[in-house]
């Protein structure tokens, strides 16, 4: 996963590392094959916001907006 980066680029450790990695190691675990693992982190994030109050939800898209 490190070598995928160039060095001295500015990188979201989040996306990067954060979800990427735990999300390998489940699909490792529960055998699903690689080509699915996109399809697992689609499913887990659209079951995390269908958990969150509308409230929530809208920070999150204004965060998500917001320049940074």
């Known amino acids: 996963m490190l070598d ?17 990695l735990p999300l390998m190691v489940i699909c490792e675990l529960m055998g699903i094959p690689l080509e ?3 399809d697992l982190r689609d499913w887990s994030v659209a079951f995390t916001l269908s958990m969150m109050s509308p409230a ?13």
């Open 4 to 20: 995928a980066i160039p060095a001295g680029q500015v990188v979201d450790l989040i996306d990067a590392y954060a979800f990427p």
């Open 56 to 68: 929530d939800n809208l920070k999150r898209k204004a965060t998500a907006a917001a320049p940074s």
């Open 36 to 38: 699915r693992r996109d």
